[in-house]
């Protein structure tokens, strides 16, 4: 191979690598890598992430430190003034406990209070605890992202964006996105349908959910999560 087959060579496998590898790049650069380098690309694509996938499952567990803090910020927002009536449906020991006994909720819970979402529980739905960002702004440390980066960094997080249904609930518990937006679940046949995706602010005081190009990006655009936990029963 020359050196433009070997720098193409080298981005398909740091793109597997990486897990960035979508079939347009993976065309492109097999391309221009041409008949001559197909058994070392076929190598690349045919390799197994085994390594990659236990070391990222190992990570999504957070430390006992990590497990408290975000534990006692739960605790905090649960006791505010506001949450009187949560406090008579839900029992904070038994929030706890399921989540103590969820470590990968835990860790995702974590990197919801990481990034500025200020996540809370908000209710029990059957036997699942349901926890969403309460932020009164998009996630500052989820910003300037398109639908699909938001949507990617949700499930490396192991949550769902919060759903349009959802979000306008919360809009009623307060003002919230008057500066930001903040792209919300989309399914995927909508998206394949329209090219779009669903977003959410509030606009001049009156709530928005509305179509976005789903490639998009503004530094104001983020997302907010929405989390489902297992109760556990005694």
Known sequence: MDKSQELAFALLKEAKEKGILDPSIEAGLAELIGAEGRPQVKGVLEAPAIAEATESEEARE???????QILDALKTRFEAPENEELRKAIDFADVEKSLRAA???????????????EPQVIGLDGDEFIFEDRSKESPSGRRNLNADQAAAQ??????DMQSPEAYRAMQETGEFDLNSASWLKTSAAHRKKTGHARGGCRDGGVVSVYEGRAE???PSDGWRASLRVKKVKL
């Open 62 to 68: 957070p430390s006992p430190e990590q497990a408290d």
């Open 103 to 117: 470590p990968e909720k835990l860790y995702a819970l974590h990197k919801l209070e990481e990034t500025g979402g």
């Open 154 to 159: 949700a499930e490396e997080f192991g949550t």
């Open 216 to 218: 998009s990006r503004k």
